[in-house]
């Protein structure tokens, strides 16, 4: 669970503004449940990100959701992650991470220190909206591992685009890869189409329900 919600935390914090998005989970090809992007501008500029996700795979139900701020630049200030189980808040500053978990009603508080080479600022939050990337550029940053000891480098590359087929449909999608080489395909607002990846040695396909 500790790998699912660091990298679910990182997908949302990639989603475009002032966009809500239904989507379907399909794991190893099966429908498994279904997922919601809701996004918004706060009223000083800043990225407002949500992500929800209920799955039903193989006799076992679990739920997820993530809210996530960022400033205009990509620079996370605060992230909340909640499982059945869990409650995890990262509270980022350039200097430090403040990590609140609440696991079965037992609180416990960690304080993760950025290094001054340590750039906690994703650019890519801002790719399709108010930033076009160049072809083969590389967003790179840092964010907490999957244990939360501490900082793990991180990158996003856009590799240009590509048409995928998708509710039925055949779209161009921008393509992006993070450093594990798992992809999401973007519309040129920046709202994903699909996402691929893969959690617990299963493969997860997140779609849009419908175009």
């Known amino acids: 669970m500790k790998k699912t919600l660091i990298s679910l935390v990182l997908l949302a914090s990639a989603i475009a ?35 929800s996700m ?6 076992v139900k679990a739920s997820f959701k993530v809210t996530h701020e960022a400033l205009p630049s990509g620079m996370p200030v605060k992230t909340r992650a909640v499982t059945e189980q869990s409650d995890v808040v990262f509270t980022s500053s350039t200097s430090q991470i403040i990590v609140e978990t609440t696991i079965d009603g037992k609180r416990s508080k960690k304080t993760l220190s950025v290094k001054p080479d340590q750039k906690l600022v994703d650019a890519s939050i801002t790719w399709f909206r108010s930033a076009t ?30 048409s995928i087929k998708v ?12 450093q594990d080489g798992e992809a999401t395909y973007y519309d040129d607002h920046g709202v994903p189409y699909l996402m691929e990846f893969e959690e617990g040695g299963l493969k997860f396909r997140v779609e849009r329900a419908k175009i």
Request: aromatic share 8%; charged share 25%; net charge positive.
């Open 167 to 178: 509710a039925g449909k055949t779209v161009d999608a921008n393509v992006v890869k993070d």
């Open 133 to 162: 990337p160049k072809l083969n550029e590389v967003s790179e940053f840092w964010a907490p591992n999957k244990e939360m000891t501490g900082l793990k480098k991180r990158s996003q590359t856009y590799l240009g685009k590509k």
């Open 54 to 59: 209920n799955i039903d795979y193989s006799g």
């Open 17 to 51: 503004a002032n966009a809500q998005t239904k989507m379907i989970v399909f794991i190893e090809g099966q429908r498994a449940g279904t997922a919601t992007y809701s996004v918004s501008t706060s009223k000083s500029g800043n990225h407002l990100l949500g992500f």
